[in-house]
């Protein structure tokens, strides 16, 4: 079945600093792809997505490309801000599987000063 | 715009209590629905989704229910809350149909049991 796999947290990073959060997937079909960022006591938000290979979700500075021939689709940001702290869930949803949404079990993130 | 509202923000409940977490959707028609519950430190886990009035899948076998009496509204409910029901319940919405579309979450309701 679906699935989605990303790296295990916490990630802790000084202002401006690179970052990477790896996902992969599993998916049965040709799935669209999302990065969602919860902040403390909120709801997800959607952050980005990306719908076929190749595309190159972005915002807010943040970016993911969709890359089929590695099931992957890693999140990066090139200098981060304190207020980047949050948890980020990777997620997929795929056409065969109907409506449901996969996600990962999400990567807290926390940047100091 | 659609935008989603999920009341209350916070509960505190005995166990053995009723519950009742509402959920509403506005500037959309025929939305899916969905509830997931979040425990603390946790991923999200999908406890029910709707794709219309009445139409209701569950996820998980547990002590909760789900209804969805209108076609913008979905209520999440307990007869008998148990202590393993605490966490962070969160409502979502995406548009109709079976296309890859994003969900859309509310602010999340926080339930704890004593």
């Known amino acids: 079945g679906d699935s989605v796999t990303q790296m295990e947290g916490p990630v802790t990073l000084s202002e401006e600093a690179f970052l990477t959060i790896n996902c992969t997937y599993t998916?049965?079909?040709?799935?669209?792809l999302f990065w969602y960022v919860q902040y403390p006591g909120e709801g997800l938000q959607l952050l980005l997505k990306?719908?076929?290979?190749?595309d190159k979700g972005s915002n807010k500075g943040f970016e993911a490309t969709y890359r089929k021939e590695t099931t992957s689709f890693h999140l990066e940001k090139g200098s981060v801000q304190v207020s980047d702290s949050a948890v980020y869930f990777c997620?997929?949803?795929?056409?065969?599987?109907?409506?449901?949404?996969?996600f990962g079990t999400g990567t807290s993130l926390t940047v100091i000063p | 715009s659609q935008t989603i509202h999920q009341w209350p923000a916070t509960l505190v409940q005995p166990v053995g209590s009723p519950l009742s977490l509402e959920c509403t959707v506005e500037?959309?028609?025929?939305?899916?629905l969905y509830w997931y519950r979040q425990a603390a430190g946790r991923g999200l886990q999908l406890l029910f989704y709707?794709?219309?009035?009445?139409?209701i899948s569950s996820e998980v076998p547990q002590n909760l229910s789900a209804s969805r009496p209108q076609d913008r509204q979905f209520i999440l409910s307990s007869k008998k809350l148990l202590l393993s029901d605490s966490g962070f319940y969160l409502c979502?919405?995406?548009?109709?149909?079976?296309?890859?579309?994003?969900?859309?979450f509310g602010d999340g309701t926080r339930l704890s049991i004593l």
């Open positions: 979502a919405w995406s548009g109709p149909g079976r296309g890859n579309q994003p969900q859309h």
């Open positions: 998916a049965t079909g040709y799935p669209s």
């Open positions: 990306a719908t076929k290979a190749d």
């Open positions: 997620a997929l949803s795929d056409q065969i599987s109907g409506n449901q949404f996969y």
């Open positions: 500037g959309t028609s025929n939305p899916n």
């Open positions: 709707s794709i219309g009035i009445d139409q």
